[in-house]
């Protein structure tokens, strides 16, 4: 080997940076340099006796040269190093800084620029073959960072053995040979300020088991999907003319195994069970209470560290998808609730990630979030925004989610949310509207359904902000629907009322219909409903026990006749007589029991009826598919008609919410004829007294209430009777 060229030279300060552990350019010291007709090798490694690089052509030794810096020229071509500790012990590994970068020239254009539609595929923690050696490439987003270190059980979780390469504008990456599927790992963060954190990956794809914190590899390719059939016709079954009826699911409480520690069902075990409820109910979609990784179980998932990993709590990330696979091969959707309107501040998170207020506004009146002590995100970077929405393809993409229910809108909407004059930032127009939020939440929605056809987008938004489920380019969010709170707040408020005081609230159970079509509207009996001393379903309403069933069966009646789309929470289908607590199950003993039961085939039926019946789903958001018949404050009465496209039969809603009977109740109908009474919420199947119309009545009467028909009605006590023109 010609020896004549001087040897690459690390000098003191550099070899103090790497044994202290502040290297922030490792690759431009360690690795391969050319030398002479062979290669001059620098290696860092603490706690070695000795070490050599083995070659094709034999062993050289490579001498210590200061610390743990070793250092000497070996034959060019490939080598692996030989490493031998002082109890003697050798092993054989490749060398992490003989690999060239992983991130290309345009993933780091893209990145930088915060438009790269599958920024996942690029960031975070992958198993691959990189120049023929297979291990695991890592990649992560920290511009503020002297150094990043990839650390974990194989390196004794030493910041100083992976220092990561920068490159870009702020991106750390390395390729580390020989790690795969398991390797439990975090980033050693040196921040801006010289101090040393240890961070989860921000865009991992697993995690472990809280309360451990670090991320853990997983390897997402490859899964075998079957749900062809379900892809292909999604489109039509999450249109707004589709019956699109939701349960909404917490998955660590809807069944727990006590057989077995009382421990919640894995993915694969709801793949079975809940699958097989939920269409046995009659729902059309699974809405899962958030899945990404979190740290706090009294959180319910809604305050999330990691965004791009499903919960280890009910199984690994394949495993999660064959839930979603099972539901699709059931006829059944997924929609996820997503949560990117604030984050927790854990020191193992997003908060403060490289020192500074990277993903989170620096100033507190905009970047914290005084209801739950969170963060919130700094939705005018560029790069956070790419993070969030490549979040939001990401669920869409790997995991064939039809769908995501955005929680906390309203809060990302304003600046003003919930603060008090002075605790907020105004507009850059004085105002109080979050342009930087509103135009992220536009750009999500244009990618989700860009990229992914057929999807639907839910806004859980509390307020009167126009147009939230118009499209982008007619003004609007972009939403494909909203969750009309509004009706769910005016309508629990009349049924908590004993019913001799509702004539004087009426306009309760109305008003909704008053903007109805404004919005694409879900009508949500959600978590929220049953929690924080709010009680159950049940037990809202007014009366002895066979009244509180009666209203809750009628409230169902209700809802179900009314325009918009359907969200029911778990256990208030069977009327959970306890409000819900998310450190157990549900009350399935009670659901065993008849009046639970009779409210449980209600719903059954209401669900079959509603997706049987076009009238009852096509116009759930056009007011041409609703008109009142009649209401009577005084009889706390109300009629009305519901009508599909031409050629579907009508259907009319009756209501009456007293316990009063009233026989011969005569209303008018649509058209002559026969109509059959399709549900009497009264009926003894459903836990009620029997009262009712045989099956159908005839309307042979004289013209009322504005239409060219009417038929006498006998209208049980707290019920809701719907009928379907016969012919």
Not at 51 to 69: I, K, M, Q
Not at 245 to 258: C, D, L, N, T
Not at 310 to 325: N, S, W
Request: glycine share 12%; hydrophobic share 35%; proline share 7%.
């Amino acid at each position: 080997m010609d020896k004549s060229k001087n040897p690459p030279h690390v000098s003191p300060e550099d070899q103090a940076l790497l044994a202290q552990g502040r290297c922030s350019q490792p690759f431009s010291i360690l690795g391969p340099r050319p030398f002479g007709d062979g290669q001059w090798l620098t290696v860092y490694h603490p706690d070695l006796a000795a070490l050599s690089a083995v070659g094709p052509d034999g062993e050289t030794d490579l001498p210590r040269v200061a610390g743990d810096l070793f250092a000497g020229p070996i034959p060019a071509g490939p080598y692996q190093l030989k490493a031998r500790s002082g109890g003697g012990v050798e092993w054989t590994f490749d060398d992490p800084y003989r690999f060239a970068p992983v991130l290309g020239e345009m993933d780091l254009h893209l990145l930088a620029e915060g438009t790269h539609k599958r920024l996942w595929q690029v960031l975070g923690a992958h198993v691959t073959t990189h120049q023929g050696v297979a291990g695991t490439r890592f990649a992560v987003w920290a511009p503020n960072a002297r150094r990043v270190s990839v650390v974990g059980q194989f390196n004794g979780w030493d910041g100083r053995r992976h220092p990561m390469r920068r490159v870009g504008q702020g991106f750390w990456e390395i390729f580390l040979p020989d790690l795969g599927e398991g390797t439990l790992y975090k980033y050693e963060v040196l921040d801006a300020h010289g101090g040393v954190m240890l961070k989860a990956d921000p865009v991992g794809f697993g995690s472990q088991h809280p309360p451990e914190k670090a991320s853990v590899v997983r390897d997402i390719t490859g899964y075998g999907w079957k749900d062809a059939e379900w892809m292909a016709r999604r489109a039509r079954a999450q249109d707004r003319r589709a019956p699109i009826s939701i349960y909404e699911v917490h998955p660590g409480s809807w069944r727990r195994k006590y057989d077995d520690g009382g421990r919640p069902l894995s993915y694969q075990e709801m793949a079975r069970d809940l699958v097989a409820y939920a269409k046995d109910m009659g729902f059309t979609h699974l809405e899962l209470m958030p899945v990404s990784e979190f740290p706090f179980d009294g959180s319910w998932g809604y305050q999330p560290v990691g965004l791009y990993a499903p919960t280890i709590r009910f199984g690994p990330p394949h495993e999660f998808r064959d839930l979603v696979d099972a539901a699709h091969q059931a006829g059944l959707g997924v929609l996820l609730d997503w949560v990117p309107g604030h984050f927790p501040t854990d020191a193992h998170g997003l908060a403060r990630f490289d020192g500074t207020e990277l993903y989170e506004h620096a100033d507190p009146r905009e970047g914290f979030h005084q209801d739950w002590n969170t963060l919130i995100y700094n939705y005018g970077r560029t790069e956070v925004q790419n993070f969030l929405t490549a979040n939001a393809v990401y669920w869409l993409d790997e995991y064939h989610i039809d769908g995501l229910r955005v929680d906390a809108v309203a809060s990302m909407l304003y600046r003003d949310y919930s603060r008090k004059a002075g605790e907020w930032v105004p507009n850059k127009d004085g105002g109080r509207e979050n342009y930087e939020a509103i135009a992220f939440l536009q750009n999500m929605n244009i990618e989700a359904y860009g990229e992914q056809p057929g999807i639907m987008t839910v806004a859980e938004e509390s307020t009167s902000f126009p147009k939230v489920s118009a499209p982008v380019d007619a003004g609007g969010l972009g939403f494909g629907f909203k969750w009309n709170m509004g009706w769910m707040n005016d309508t629990l408020r009349y049924m908590s009322r004993d019913p001799v005081h509702r004539r004087y609230h009426h306009d309760l159970m109305s008003f909704g219909l008053m903007y109805a079509f404004s919005e694409n509207f879900i009508l949500p009996i959600s978590h929220d409903e049953v929690v924080h001393g709010k009680g159950s379903l049940l037990h809202k309403m007014p009366g002895d026990e066979w009244q509180q069933f009666a209203n809750l069966r009628a409230y169902y009646g209700f809802m179900w006749g009314h325009p918009g789309k359907k969200l029911l929470f778990m256990g208030c289908e069977f009327g959970q007589p306890e409000e819900w607590n998310h450190n157990g199950e549900l009350n399935w003993h009670a659901a065993s029991q008849p009046m639970h039961q009779g409210v449980q085939a209600l719903v059954r039926d209401l669900n079959g009826l509603y997706r049987d019946t076009p009238a009852l789903h096509v116009k759930d958001a056009e007011p041409e598919g609703f008109q009142w018949i009649a209401t009577d404050p005084a009889q706390s009465t109300y009629v009305w008609v519901r009508r599909g496209d031409a050629g579907d039969s009508p259907v009319v809603v009756v209501c009456n919410f007293t316990p009063v009977p009233r026989p011969g109740f005569r209303i008018g109908v649509p058209q002559a004829g026969r109509w059959r009474e399709a549900v009497n919420t009264d009926a003894t199947a459903y836990g009620g007294s029997g009262m009712g119309n045989l099956g159908g009545v005839v309307a042979d009467g004289e013209p009322q209430d504005g239409q060219p028909a009417s038929m006498a009605v006998t209208l049980p006590p707290l019920s809701v009777v719907i009928f379907v023109a016969a012919g």
